[in-house]
């Protein structure tokens, strides 16, 4: 996601730039003169190419410097819109570092995208520029040009804006994301043994019988489960190889891990989780029992094919391994483990037949979940001093936490689009008016000869629609290489999704057509014989 800001931020940059390049272009009419002279007057070719770059320079650095002051206020403003889940937000600052950085992109950004006008303007006729006045026209080259980069920042803006509208579409649907009944009501702590013994598997076992039971009597409570690694947790895990009994092994050498969840028979009650077909585990699922365990119903999806898992049987590691066979006796509703994102393929076995520690423990409460940790941290002072409770957030605020970075990284790519469709727009009406403005006389000539308004003016729109297509078309081939670079923090969405394509596709030729008009209409009143004069 960084990556995906720092080249947001890039795209804008040079949009900007090349805006600032059209611009200096546009003066070479106005300067023909003036260079002309210099030159019959002896300046080297050279030397005014240093002098033009020198102008360039100072424009950057003074825009530089209007940039960071904008940026300090602008930092302190995001400060207060940044999610409180956002990890360490507060670093985020105008700092040495960041003016130099700002400082040298300035002259690299001038340097850069001032040596094309400065070149431009020095391949100057001086005899004719001294014998007209400097009126001549800049010429098709020139205008070519800024077509050229009028086509170019069209193009960029469109990348942003796909990558915008790419990574809101996938926000949105992970915003929808269903963590199970009342996430706000689910209570999950982090159950830490300083007691190096609490790490051994039964005295874990022993303790989280205790525990469950205790937590089940405390006021507010209407569930308790242990479990080994509580929903939402992050992108650790306990992740295992498996074997279906009677599979092919060349087909399960390319299966997956799955997900393994050690929990204690009232975990799928603690958590809301829906049983689908089969049973939920009990406390005669002990030790000494058959092995037994429950399946996510992605998992039955993916590698039964539809048919019904239950009373299957499968086993950990390999078809060789020595592990016991499981029989299948439950399919419940998938949960979210690694993060909202990942649609994990989980497996649950009973906490007694497991042969890690428990870690975590989830509760359903009835009322506020905040009055229920004292009173459980009471409960296991008297169960066992060494065990303390860390962590503690519903399951409510862990999928707040888990959203606060692609929304505010989402917000901030859109802000990015928005400003690159504003700047593409002003550098098409820029450019259509200087071109209509070279072809006055043209203008006023076809006027004078019987043309009407609206053919002048349709004139116009149709060459700023040409060049804003063009650009939608290279933009195209910009946006497969971004939909490479997005495909990993896409949720459910195809990197070459075909509604956003159209949507961003439509906005940008709407904008296209308003900053033409203004331009077009402006051809359409000039008046014959004062376009005659022009020149």
């Known amino acids: 996601m960084l990556l995906v800001l720092f080249g947001a931020t890039a795209l804008v940059l040079v949009i900007s730039c090349v805006n600032v390049a059209s611009l200096l272009l546009a003066q070479l009419p106005a300067r023909r003169r003036e260079l002309a002279v210099r030159t019959a007057l002896g300046a080297s070719r050279g030397r005014l190419i240093h002098q033009l770059l020198a102008e360039s320079v100072v424009i950057g650095l003074a825009g530089g410097a209007l940039g960071v002051g904008v940026a300090v206020l602008a930092v302190h403003a995001l400060g207060a819109m940044v999610p409180a889940e956002l990890f360490r937000a507060e670093a985020v600052r105008v700092n040495r570092e960041v003016v130099a950085f700002a400082t040298l992109m300035a002259l690299l950004a001038s340097a850069g995208f001032g040596l094309a006008p400065a070149l431009a303007s020095t391949q100057t006729d ?129 299966y997956p891990f799955l997900n393994y969840e050690a929990i204690t028979p009232g975990y799928f009650r603690a958590t809301g989780l ?57 399919l419940v509703e998938d949960g979210s483990y690694r993060g909202l994102e990942s649609v994990s393929l989980d497996a649950y076995v009973p906490y007694e037949q497991s042969p890690w520690p428990m870690n975590h423990l989830v509760m359903r409460t009835s009322g506020d979940p905040g009055a229920v940790p004292a009173a459980l941290r009471r409960e296991m002072a008297a169960l066992e001093p060494s065990v303390r409770l ?120 709407a904008v296209a057509l308003l900053a033409c008009f203004l331009p077009a209409w402006r051809a359409s009143r000039e008046d014959a014989a004062v376009a005659l004069r022009a020149e």
């Open 126 to 254: 001086v005899q004719g520029a001294l014998r007209d006045g400097g009126k001549t026209s800049s010429g098709r080259s020139a205008r070519r040009f800024l077509r050229g980069l009028v086509v170019a920042e069209t193009a960029v803006a469109m990348v942003l804006l796909v990558g915008a509208g790419l990574l809101l579409n996938a926000f949105l649907r992970l915003r929808s994301v269903d963590p199970g009944p009342d996430p706000d009501r689910t209570l999950t702590h982090q159950v830490f043994g300083s007691d190096p013994a609490m790490a051994e598997a039964r005295r874990s076992h022993a303790f989280f019988t205790a525990l469950v039971e205790r937590a089940e009597a405390v006021p507010g409570v209407e569930a308790a489960a242990g479990v080994l690694l509580r929903p939402l947790e992050g992108p650790q895990g306990f992740d295992y190889p498996f074997t279906i009994q009677g599979r092919d092994r060349a087909e399960q050498a390319s």
């Open 274 to 330: 829906r049983l689908i077909r089969g049973r939920f585990f009990s406390r005669a699922d002990g030790p000494e029992a058959p092995k037994v365990v429950i399946l996510g119903e992605s998992v039955a999806r993916r590698f039964w094919h539809g048919e019904d898992p239950v009373g299957k049987r499968m086993k950990w590691g390999g078809p060789d391994g020595a592990a016991p066979w499981l029989e299948v006796v439950g």
């Open 390 to 509: 860390l962590d503690i957030a519903t399951v409510g605020a862990m999928m707040r936490t888990q959203l606060a970075r692609p929304q505010f990284a989402t917000a901030l790519i859109g802000s990015f689009g928005l400003v690159a469709l504003l700047l593409a727009g002003v550098g098409l009406a820029g450019v259509l008016w200087f071109t209509t403005r070279q072809r006055t006389r043209e203008i006023g000539i076809r006027m004078a000869l019987g043309a009407t308004t609206g053919r002048i003016r349709g004139e116009v729109l149709r060459e700023g629609l040409a060049l804003a297509l063009a650009g939608l078309a290279l933009g195209a081939a910009g946006v497969a290489l971004l939909a490479r670079l997005l495909r990993s923090l896409l949720y459910e969405v195809g990197p070459h999704d075909l509604p956003t394509y159209g949507a961003v596709a439509g906005v940008l030729a």
